[in-house]
T-cell receptor
């Protein structure tokens, strides 16, 4: 059974470029989460979707960040324009109700 | 004050040692608690849930003290493969709040 799938696994881009991260949650899971992890700030929740609807985006750092979930099997996190301080590992996670939350392998983003 | 606080460590212990990690949380309404494990450059994975009565899974024992808002994880007979970062996690309604993690290094 496939877990949470994220792509790309690694992304290196230059400041000012648009970055799109992708996530496919586990089939049947109705909650999807985007996290960012850095050494300085640890694991931070950026946004949470329930049944494809954004419920809490209070963790989104600023307007340069946007997330969508057009259907139950796909979500994107977009950064436009990207900045060096956006460099981090971005994790997607999914969950069914109050069950265990499963993380994807993450996308390691480097903005030069 | 952070919602979930942990000692970052690192805890450097020999194989076979017993080691304990502690965690405090600020939201007294929290209902569910977990320990996740994260290996270097990998995603966090659930290690175990934490129940009010305390629970054990092999060499791992988790305890919850609701009155003190305190969670603990005890690892007995440490193995080299236990080296990782251990994240204390509190379920705050729909979302999980992660501590910054405690790093464990088990040496031969």
């Amino acid at each position: 059974d496939a877990g949470v799938i994220q792509s790309p696994r690694h992304e290196v881009t230059e400041m000012g470029q648009e970055v799109t991260l992708r996530c496919k949650p586990i089939s049947g899971h109705n909650s999807l989460f985007w996290y960012r992890q850095t050494m300085m700030r640890g694991l931070e929740l950026l946004i949470y979707f329930n049944n494809n609807v954004p419920i809490d985006d209070s963790g989104m750092p600023e307007d340069r960040f946007s997330a969508k979930m057009p259907n139950a099997s796909f979500s994107t996190l977009k950064i436009q324009p990207s900045e060096p301080r956006d460099s981090a590992v971005y994790f997607c996670a999914s969950r069914s109700g109050a069950d265990t939350q499963y993380f994807g392998p993450g996308t390691r983003l480097t903005v030069l | 004050r952070k919602e979930v606080e942990q000692d970052p460590g690192p805890f450097n212990v020999p194989e076979g040692a017993t080691v304990a990690f502690n965690c405090t949380y600020s939201n007294s309404a929290s209902q569910s608690f977990f320990w996740y494990r994260q290996d270097c450059r990998k995603e966090p994975k659930l290690l175990m849930s934490v129940y009010s009565s305390g629970n054990e899974d092999g060499r791992f024992t988790a305890q919850l003290n609701r009155a003190s808002q305190y969670i603990s994880l005890l690892i007995r007979d440490s193995k080299l493969s236990d080296s990782a970062t251990y994240l204390c996690v509190v379920d705050s309604s729909y979302k999980l709040i992660f501590g910054s993690g405690t790093r464990l290094l088990v040496r031969p």
